[in-house]
């Protein structure tokens, strides 16, 4: 079974500039997961979507991000415009609606912005 | 900054057990989990336990958790080279999948 795969892997872009992100969960994962994760740090969520639906955005930063999901399968995170302090990885993560809810990373997108 | 707590450097010589110890907050977590990140890649899930429970074995792995004082830990029998990485606990929040993760522990083995 195929994992959650994001593209593109690594990412620089110069400050002001947009970047895009995209994902696609495992079959069958109705619920998709975008996390950012600062160096040294644990990831930190920034939205959750169920199906189509954006059921927590409360951490999204949303002067700047955006995210979509709209046919309930793969999704795109957009920054608009990068900041130096965007610099992360963007991981992105799925699981069944079903306890445990075992969520499945994907390899993440590293980011640089200079 | 992080509601789950966690050492951040951990040493062991291949062979030894490992204990890698979390402590969260939220008593009302149903699920505590335990990932396992290595260099360049997502975090893989290793093992979870439901809160009912005070242990649950999975082959080499070991996870305890102290409902009373909030504690959690995960112990690696027979730790291998293959073993080092960043092991990262998380519990769970506000319909059981909102993960709140700890800083992680880096885990080093030496011969």
């Known amino acids: 079974e195929a994992g959650v795969v994001q593209s593109p892997r690594y990412k620089i872009i110069e400050k002001k500039q947009p970047v895009a992100f995209w994902c696609n969960p495992i079959s069958g994962h109705n619920t998709l997961y975008w996390y950012r994760q600062n160096l040294g740090q644990g990831p930190e969520l920034l939205i959750r979507?169920?199906?189509?639906?954006?059921?927590?955005d409360s951490q999204l930063p949303k002067d700047r991000f955006s995210a979509e999901r709209l046919k309930g399968v793969d999704s795109t995170l957009k920054i608009q415009p990068a900041e130096l302090g965007d610099s992360a990885v963007y991981l992105c993560?799925?699981?069944?609606?079903?306890?445990?809810?075992?969520?499945?990373f994907g390899p993440g997108t590293r980011l640089t912005v200079t | 900054g992080e509601d789950v707590e966690q050492s951040l450097f951990l040493s062991v010589r291949e062979g030894d057990s490992s204990v890698i110890n979390c402590t969260y907050t939220d008593s009302s977590s149903t699920y505590l989990y335990w990932y396992k990140q290595e260099p360049g890649a997502g975090l893989q899930l290793l093992t979870y336990?439901?809160?009912?429970?005070d242990m649950k074995q999975d082959q080499r792995l070991t996870v305890l958790l102290n409902k009373k004082d909030k504690h959690l830990s995960l112990r690696i029998a027979d730790t291998q080279t293959g073993d080092s990485a960043i092991y990262f606990c998380?519990?769970?929040?506000?319909?059981?999948?909102?993960?709140?993760f700890g800083a992680g522990t880096r885990l080093a083995v030496h011969p």
């Open positions: 979507y169920e199906n189509e639906e954006a059921v927590d």
């Open positions: 998380a519990e769970s929040r506000g319909g059981y999948n909102k993960l709140i």
């Open positions: 993560a799925s699981s069944q609606m079903t306890v445990p809810y075992e969520q499945y």
């Open positions: 336990i439901f809160s009912n429970m």
